[in-house]
Nanobody, 115 residues
Framework: QVHLVESGGGLVQAGGSLRLSCAAS????????MAWYRQAPGKQREFVAR???????NYVDSVKGRFTISGDNAKNTVYLQMNSLKPEDTAVYYC?????????WGQGTQVTVSS
């Protein structure tokens, strides 16, 4: 079992920054990828960014150049640095952890960007 806990969400003005954190605990040795997804009101959950255990990263086009995902394997923590935030980034952000044969999700953290 893997337990994921997000933190760092909040209210920010457009153009501002936030850093989300996701701390993993439990059977973390098997995690091969961690990612961030988000879900805006009335919309489906969408992929935002992911990082593999080797450090390779991928982003959805809408956040490229603004968001940066990083990880600290020693702390079993992944971060999402969000800069130049836009109102359309408003959503609940969820941490995802992939283990062979099992997916894990955090409880989500709200990010609200005011115009």
């Amino acid at each position: 079992q893997v337990h994921l806990v997000e933190s760092g969400g909040g209210l920010v003005q457009a153009g501002g920054s936030l850093r989300l954190s996701c701390a993993a605990s439990g059977s973390t040795a098997g995690i091969f990828v961690m990612a961030w997804y988000r879900q805006a009101p009335g919309k489906q959950r969408e992929f935002v960014a992911r990082i593999s255990r080797s450090g390779s990263t991928n982003y959805v086009d809408s956040v490229k150049g603004r968001f940066t995902i990083s990880g600290d394997n020693a702390k079993n923590t992944v971060y999402l640095q969000m800069n130049s935030l836009k109102p359309e980034d408003t959503a609940v952000y969820y941490c995802f952890g992939g283990v062979p044969g099992q997916n894990y999700w955090g409880q989500g953290t709200q990010v609200t960007v005011s115009s």
